[in-house]
């Protein structure tokens, strides 16, 4: 649509208020409609300026979305490593106490393959 648009500026950077009002209907776009209130007393509209505009607010939701997906992710890896360094931490100081293996994974609620691999990766 932006092709298009863009491809025939001249029509459309001059429509006139019922041509706006057909697209901005065929289009559903509430946006549209809102520019079109503010611009009515206007004889002609300029559409591409207006499809521009949603079009960037668009871009900016969609950044600000993955910016805050980005966070949420973020957050939840460190988590992940805080406890893996915390239950590492657990397991070196439980097994310098002389503690037994499945005693560290009972601590830890892990299995004994991952008390020997936190193990392994330490020791």
């Known amino acids: 649509m932006r092709t298009y648009v863009a491809n ?11 041509t706006y009002h057909a697209l ?4 559903n776009s509430r946006q549209l409609m809102e520019i079109n209130v503010e611009k009515e007393e206007k ?3 300029d559409m591409c300026k207006a499809l521009e505009d949603i ?21 939840a890896h460190g988590k992940e490593l805080g406890i893996a360094s915390q239950k590492k931490e657990v397991a070196l100081q439980m097994q310098k106490l ?3 293996l499945d005693a560290i994974a009972a601590v830890l609620m892990e299995s004994l393959d991952s008390v020997h691999k936190i193990l392994a990766v330490v020791g």
């Open 43 to 45: 004889e002609e509209l």
């Open 24 to 27: 901005a209907a065929f289009l």
């Open 8 to 18: 025939h500026k001249d029509y459309f950077q001059k429509l006139d208020l019922e």
């Open 55 to 75: 079009y960037n607010d668009g871009v900016q939701d969609g950044m600000e979305q993955g910016r805050r997906s980005g966070i949420a992710e973020g957050e």
């Open 98 to 100: 002389g503690y037994p």
